[in-house]
């Protein structure tokens, strides 16, 4: 079981920066891969970002590439999403989310849709112009 936390959302002006967290409980957080998705109000739900378990290997959706970084310390249980030149249409609440079977290519390409085994209960973000 992992329960996850989300933290470090907020308003910011636009052009500005924002680090969300996402705190971690369970010994076998290493194991996990880690992703950030968001869900903007009345839309779907959508891929941000995700993690290989070792940190290695990270994907983003075409949206934020270039802007959006995702991190993690697996010996802190941390994952992070460093989210620069923000824009109006990074409004949303965002979540973080783990998954112990599927490899961070694979979420990256199915998405929330795909399913993933933990969520955490999102953190808003918002971006004023």
């Known amino acids: 079981q992992v329960q996850l936390v989300e933290s470090g959302g907020g308003l910011v002006q636009v052009g500005g920066s924002l680090r969300l967290s996402c705190a971690a409980s369970?010994?076998?957080?290493?194991?996990?891969?880690m992703g950030w998705f968001r869900q903007a109000p009345g839309k779907e739900r959508e891929f941000v970002a995700t993690?290989?378990?070792?940190?290695?290997?990270?994907y983003y959706a075409d949206s934020v590439k270039g802007r959006f970084t995702i991190s993690r310390d697996n010996a802190k249980n941390m994952v992070y999403l460093q989210m620069n030149s923000l824009k109006p249409e990074d409004t949303a609440v965002y979540y973080c989310?783990?998954?112990?079977?599927?490899?961070?290519?694979?979420?990256?390409?199915?998405?929330?849709?795909?399913?993933?085994?933990?969520w955490g209960k999102g953190t808003l973000v918002t971006v004023s112009s």
């Open positions: 369970g010994r076998t957080f290493s194991s996990y891969t």
């Open positions: 989310a783990a998954d112990l079977s599927r490899a961070a290519a694979l979420i990256a390409t199915t998405g929330p849709r795909g399913g993933m085994d933990y």
């Open positions: 993690i290989s378990w070792s940190g290695g290997r990270t």
